[in-house]
């Protein structure tokens, strides 16, 4: 199907930016709508194109005014190829160690208290699905994975944490993600991540990218302390 077919709705984002909303009945389905056009725009390599943003259910080009205008855009949107479900940018598949009820970032029996689970349940539910990176943002390396399970679902908190440490593993609603940095923060948290996300001096390059999909892995307190040694993960000691 023709990519600028499964776009229902293109807003300005002032002068040299459009943003194109996707189709669909559910967020999965107009993610992969995303995810497809974000892919067929980039493959084109249009001269005047600045930056391809996906997001959950929208593109945002950021073009070079001073080459193109809206109209301009719109028409090579038109024209783009025809493309297939298995064209875009194929994904990768990332598995994360974490040391969930880490003291540094352990709101377990808060969520329990919300969800009437335990523990050990919320730990497990956790950990038995394969998560989608619907999008990537809010800080380097940051990706919202979803959806989690609505058992697990629970509200942001009504006063957001100053500072989340890095590494930290956490739910809101129906998303889930881990904090490749220390930040202000108002998701509930699970537990710590010992594997980086973000690494600055690293030609600024992230681990998960949007399109990625996402699993989780319990492991005990020597095997965190053990893989963030390997990764040189910068983590606050806690007794």
């Given at each position: 199907m023709q990519p600028f077919g499964r776009i229902r709705q293109i807003q300005f984002a002032g002068e040299d930016g459009l943003i194109l909303y996707?189709?669909?009945e559910s967020l999965p389905e107009k993610n992969a709508v995303v995810q497809q056009v974000a892919s067929a725009i980039s493959a084109q390599s249009y001269p005047w194109l600045i930056e391809v943003v996906p997001s959950y259910d929208s593109v945002m080009l950021v073009f070079d005014m001073f080459q193109v205008d809206h109209h301009h855009v719109y028409q090579a949107l038109l024209a783009l190829p025809l493309v297939s479900d298995s064209d875009h940018h194929p994904a990768q598949h990332h598995c994360l160690p974490v040391w969930y009820g880490a003291p540094q970032a352990n709101d377990l029996g808060k969520i329990a208290s919300i969800t009437g689970l335990t523990e050990r349940q919320i730990v497990e539910m956790h950990t038995s699905a394969t998560y989608k990176a619907f999008a990537v943002g809010f800080a380097p390396g940051f990706a919202y994975l979803g959806e989690i399970d609505t058992a697990l679902s629970v509200p942001r908190m009504a006063k957001p944490r100053t500072k989340v440490p890095?590494?930290?593993?956490?739910?809101?609603?129906?998303?889930?993600?881990?904090?490749?940095?220390?930040?202000?923060?108002?998701?509930?948290?699970?537990?710590?991540?010992?594997v980086p996300l973000y690494r600055p001096e690293d030609n600024a390059s992230v681990l998960i990218n949007a399109g990625d999909t996402v699993s989780f892995e319990a492991v005990s307190r020597d095997a965190f302390i053990e893989i963030a040694s390997q990764h040189s993960f910068d983590w606050e000691v806690q007794a």
């Open positions: 996707a189709l669909g890095a590494g930290a593993v956490a739910i809101a609603d129906r998303q889930t993600a881990v904090y490749p940095s220390k930040s202000p923060g108002g998701w509930h948290l699970l537990g710590l991540c010992p």
